[in-house]
């Protein structure tokens, strides 16, 4: 048994989902907590909305609302979105909790009393229109690294380089299409140069991780210049006593408190348990901690928050650890392609989008997560549509596993009412059963690895095998003994692979278990509502009991109710 922490990437709250967002960390992370759950391991899944920024300002200007509003706005809409995705966190918060801000200032302070955090000059763009500071976002301009147009002030979506807007080629702002102009400004720094050498150590000892993730976070940290930690912004984590605790113009950059939001959430659910001390079993000694985000966030998770885990923690005999302690590594970082749609990154403000709420209208969460884990981009990009999804529903989904299971279970109950006798098995039928319990092994070890698309594949071949056997020994025309021989293997087929795809269906996985005469304990999210200085807001929350990952032997003679069908069928062209 170990602590498994699942550290999924913080959705900005300026709007809501899409299936991009969630193809990228929320369906591969839930699935990968699911499993790991059912291997009896103690899981934590934390996450939350990331409230800061300029993101945030930008969209609360548009919509006319204070930050604060617009925050607790989308944040309640996407902790809809997530839950009704079936999606487990343990806790699913906001960084906007006093528990995030002392912790954010914990770690900064920590680290800069160890040295690692550094004042310097930085670089900063004035809009000549406005007068005011440009956030690195909204500046756009040519990458110099790979020629792309529209490369922003922070980052290179094309090649992935992280950028300062003064490497830009051609700046101009994106509000207004001016050039801007840059003065120097005091920050502070975070050396990322002082803590290469462990950084390279550390991922050197990494295993298992996706080939092109590690190749990119080695390259990163290849010219790995310090970084600014700290923004001319209003909006966003205060500073601690210092330099500028008394400007309230000077702010965290977004990114520094969001990264943190993993930490404050896992001392945010310890808290909601009434066990302060507990949230340590899955940050210390022996526990290990999987990241899940889309390749965009690659840097922040592979260079950025390793060392600030560092620079917090200490390094070197001389430097001492934040009162948290020392803290983990990540243990795997574990990063997915983008979803496209037509070739191009879906954007809401291009109107290139299909939003989670509209698909939710009419398609089934467990259909949805079902068609993200078997196309999802999960090594490399890859491309959205409707007319995919409805092949991949109807054609594998329904056809295949809805259909297996509706057949076995209406065969049972019209025939027996209950789960037949058999004297002994078949040929066929021990050697379905000896492929299904094989199963386990093959899939489990795929999702342990985060191959999903090739574990739903393996199922979804059981699955046709087990369609063969009956189509081949033909229960509706066989006579007793034989009839009970072929239901009873038929039906132990179906548990062992329902066991499989519990993780992937969490919504309907415990139906079938129903159909079976099995016990099952569902294990949806749940939503409280939690209050903190006169702001209430929703959390998504556990607990969660999990089926064990192994075979649940069906019981002859127990009796079964009558089944329904599971799925609906998924028509492309009511979907514009
Ligand atoms: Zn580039």
Redesign the pocket.
């Known amino acids: 048994m170990t602590h498994i922490l699942v550290a999924v990437a913080w959705p900005y709250a300026n709007g809501p989902r899409h299936i991009g967002h969630i193809a990228g960390f929320a369906v591969p992370s839930d699935i990968f907590a699911r499993y790991q759950r059912m291997k009896g391991n103690q899981v934590l899944m934390v996450s939350g909305t990331d409230e800061h920024g300029t993101p945030i300002l930008v969209q609360a200007q548009k919509e006319g609302l204070s930050p604060q509003a617009l925050s607790l706005k989308y944040h309640e809409v996407i902790t809809e979105d997530l839950k009704d995705l079936g999606m487990s966190y343990d806790i699913f918060t906001r960084t906007s909790t006093l528990t995030h801000e002392k912790a954010v200032q914990e770690l900064f302070s920590s680290s800069l009393e160890n040295g690692y955090i550094t004042l310097g000059e930085q670089k900063v763009a004035i809009s000549p229109l406005s007068g005011r500071t440009l956030p690195d976002r909204y500046i756009e301009g040519t ?6 147009k529209d ?1 922003r002030g922070d980052q ?1 979506d ?4 992280e950028l300062d807007p003064t490497d830009l080629i051609n700046p101009r702002s994106k509000i207004d299409g001016s050039v801007p102009i840059f003065t120097s400004k005091e920050h502070y720094f975070l050396d990322l140069p002082a803590l290469k050498p462990y950084l390279e150590k550390w991922l050197e000892g990494c295993k298992g991780w996706r080939g092109p993730v590690m190749a990119f976070a080695k390259a990163l940290l290849k010219d790995a210049k310090p970084r600014a930690i700290t923004r001319d912004i209003d909006w966003g984590v205060p500073l601690p006593p210092g330099p500028f605790a008394a400007d309230p113009n000077k702010r965290f950059y977004v990114w520094f408190d969001a990264l943190v939001g993993y930490l404050s959430s896992s001392l945010e659910w310890a808290k909601r348990e009434g066990k302060e001390e507990e949230w340590e079993k899955w940050w210390k000694v022996d526990a290990e901690s999987y990241y899940f985000m889309g390749k965009d966030n690659i840097t922040f998770h592979t260079e950025i928050w390793p060392a600030i885990l560092m620079a917090s923690s200490g390094v070197k005999p001389e430097d001492k650890p934040s009162s948290f302690g020392k803290l983990n590594l990540p243990t795997q970082v574990v990063a997915s392609g983008f979803m496209t749609m037509k070739g191009a990154k879906f954007s809401s403000s291009r109107g290139v989008v299909v939003y989670l709420r509209d698909l939710l209208k009419t398609c089934q969460p467990d259909a949805i997560r079902y068609f993200i884990a078997a196309c999802g981009p999960e090594k490399e990009d890859s491309d959205f549509s409707f007319e995919e999804m409805e092949r991949k529903i109807n054609g594998e989904l329904v056809a295949s596993w809805g259909n297996l299971v509706n057949r076995v279970c209406t065969l049972i109950y019209r025939n027996f009412g209950k789960i037949p006798s058999p004297d002994h098995l078949d040929e066929g039928g021990e050697a379905l059963l000896s492929s299904t319990l094989k199963g386990f092994e093959e899939v489990g070890s795929l999702i342990e690895k985060n191959s999903l698309h090739e574990a739903l594949s393996k199922i979804m071949r059981l699955a046709g095998e087990a369609n063969r056997y009956l189509s081949d020994a033909e229960p509706w025309k066989a006579e007793e003994p034989q009839k009970s021989r072929i239901l009873f293997a038929a039906a132990q087929a179906v548990s062992d692979l329902n066991v499989m795809l519990s993780p992937f269906l969490p919504f309907s996985s415990p139906k079938v278990f129903s159909f079976l005469g099995l016990p099952s304990s569902p294990s949806l999210p749940k939503v409280r509502k939690v209050e903190e200085e006169g702001e209430e807001w929703s959390e998504i929350c556990g607990p969660y009991e999990a089926e064990k990952w192994e075979r649940h032997p069906v019981a002859p003679s127990y009796p079964v109710p009558e089944p329904h069908a599971l799925f609906r069928k998924f028509e492309a062209k009511n979907e514009a």
Do not use: L, Q
Request: hydrophobic fraction near 25%; proline fraction near 8%; glycine fraction near 16%.
């Open positions: 990458c110099p690294f790979c020629g792309a490369a290179c094309e090649c992935g380089k």
